[in-house]
C-alpha cells in the first residue's frame, strides 16, 4: 500500500525514526512531506535529517506558517496526482483548515484518509472551523487518537468512524537510553524540560517545592517561553536563584544527554479552562534513560506513568516536594524506579511497537474495502 503522509511534528529528527520503522514493513510504501520551517510561537521547528533511511522525505511550502488553524499545503493536489497513495495520513486535528483541504484533495484522488487528534478537552470553536471540524468529522475514513480522553471528545461530537489509540510517537530506546554511570556525589539533580514555559506547565510549582528541599541539590529548566521571566524572578524571590539553572531549549538531538544527567525529571502542569496535558512525551524519554519521574495528575500524565513513576495532585506544592525528599533520601527508589520507567517504555512506548500499531490502522482502513493481503514486517 501507498501511504502519504503529511507532517509538521516530523521536521524533528527524533520522530524521524517511526518513519524509518513504519518503511520496514514490506506492505508498505511511504512518502512524507513535510514543510521546511514551522514557525512556531516559541521559536522557529528546522528540518533535522536524523532518520530517513527507507522512505521518501519531501519537503514543500506551506502556505500561512505559524498559523495552527490556518496553514496548508498548496502543492498537495500535484503531490497526490504523482504519488497516487492508497491512504492519506494527516497528521493534524480535524478542525485545522489543512486537514479540510487534504481530506478534499485526497477523497477526489481516490485515497482513504485518517487524522490524528491529541484534543482530550470538548471545546466549540468559531466558524468556520466548526464548519470544518463537522466535514472532516463525516467524512475522514479513520482516525488515531493519542489519548484516550480524545477518543470520547470525538464521540461525544458524532464521531462514528472507527479508531485506534495510538501515541503520536514512541521513543528510540538506543537512542533515549541510561547513562554509562551518574556521580553520586554531585548532589541531587532535579529536571523540568518543556519546549515551551507556560504558566499551564506549572514550573512556578516545581520552584515552591524545591525551595523547602534541605540538603545538596539543584534545578535544571529547559525550554523558553513568555513564562521564563516570572519564573526567573520567582526563584529570586524564593532565594533558590543560585541553583536553578534555566537551560533554554534542547534540540531533539541533544535531549538524551540532557535527562541523562538528571535524578529526577518533573512535570508538574496545571489543568486550566483551555488545556489539560494531552501526553507528555518528555516523560517517556526521561523514563527510557532509567530518570525516574514525577507527574502532576494531569490529563494523560498518570496513565503514562502508570506503577513507573510517582504521581501528585496539580497545586500540591507539599506533596511534590514529599516525593522529591523520598527521592533525594532513598537511592534505591530512584533507581528501582528508573529501572521500571524503561520497562514500561519497552513494553509500550518504543518507536517500533507505535509504527506497528500505526500500520495495524492502515491495513485497517484497506480492510473495509476488501482490498488489503496481509503481510509481515520485513526481518
Known amino acids: 500500500m501507498k ?15 517511526k518513519l524509518e520503522e513504519i518503511a520496514q514493513f514490506e506492505d508498505v510504501e511511504l512518502t512524507v512531506i513535510v514543510p521546511p520551517v514551522w514557525l ?31 496553514y496548508y499545503f498548496p502543492k498537495l493536489k500535484q503531490r497526490l496526482d504523482e504519488i497516487r497513495p492508497d491512504i492519506v495520513h494527516i497528521d493534524e486535528e480535524p478542525y485545522n483548515l489543512a486537514t479540510w483541504l487534504a481530506l478534499r484533495q485526497a477523497r477526489q484522488a481516490g485515497a482513504k484518509t485518517l487524522f490524528f487528534s491529541w484534543q482530550n478537552m470538548d471545546k466549540q470553536y ?13 467524512g475522514i475514513d479513520f482516525a488515531i487518537m493519542g489519548n484516550q480522553e480524545a477518543a470520547c471528545v470525538w464521540h461525544n461530537k458524532g464521531f ?13 530506546p538506543d537512542f533515549f537510553c541510561p547513562p554509562s554511570q551518574r556521580d553520586a556525589g554531585r548532589g541531587f539533580i532535579i529536571g523540568a524540560a518543556n519546549r515551551r514555559l507556560l504558566p499551564e506547565k506549572g514550573v512556578d510549582v516545581l520552584l515552591r517545592a524545591v525551595a ?10 529547559a525550554g523558553d517561553g513568555p513564562a521564563r521571566p516570572s519564573l526567573v524572578q520567582l526563584a529570586h524571590d524564593l532565594g533558590i536563584a543560585e541553583r536553578v539553572f534555566f537551560d533554554g531549549p534542547i534540540s531533539s ?9 538528571l535524578d529526577v525529571l518533573v512535570l508538574s502542569s496545571r489543568t486550566t479552562s483551555q488545556w489539560k496535558e494531552q501526553f507528555g512525551r518528555v516523560l517517556i524519554e526521561a523514563m527510557a534513560c532509567e530518570t525516574a519521574v514525577i507527574g502532576a495528575n494531569s490529563g494523560e500524565i498518570p496513565h503514562v506513568i502508570g506503577d513507573a513513576g510517582l504521581v501528585f495532585e496539580e497545586e500540591d506544592i507539599a506533596g ?18 528508573g529501572w521500571h520507567g524503561r520497562e514500561r517504555v519497552l513494553q509500550h512506548y518504543t518507536q517500533q511497537q507505535i509504527a506497528a500499531q500505526t500500520v495495524a490502522a492502515y491495513r485497517d482502513i484497506l480492510a473495509q474495502s476488501g482490498i488489503l493481503a496481509p503481510a509481515v514486517h520485513k526481518p
Open 3 to 17: 501511504v502519504l503522509m503529511l507532517s509538521k511534528a516530523c521536521l524533528v529528527g527524533a520522530y524521524q525514526r
Open 212 to 221: 523547602g528541599l534541605p540538603g545538596i541539590w539543584r534545578l535544571h529548566i
Open 160 to 172: 462514528s468512524r472507527p479508531h485506534r489509540v495510538i501515541p503520536q510517537f514512541g521513543v528510540d
Open 40 to 70: 512556531d510561537p516559541a521559536g522557529a521547528v528546522t528540518l533535522e535529517r536524523a532518520h530517513t533511511q527507507g522512505y521518501r522525505l519531501l519537503v514543500d511550502p506551506i502556505r500561512f506558517n505559524g498559523q495552527f488553524h490556518t
Open 320 to 337: 511534590l516536594r514529599e516525593h522529591l525528599m523520598t527521592l533525594m533520601e532513598h537511592r534505591e527508589v530512584r533507581d528501582r524506579l
Open 253 to 261: 538531538l541533544q535531549m538524551p544527554a540532557y535527562l541523562q544527567q
Open 126 to 138: 468559531p466558524l468556520p472551523f466548526r464548519f470544518l471540524e463537522q466535514q472532516v468529522l463525516a
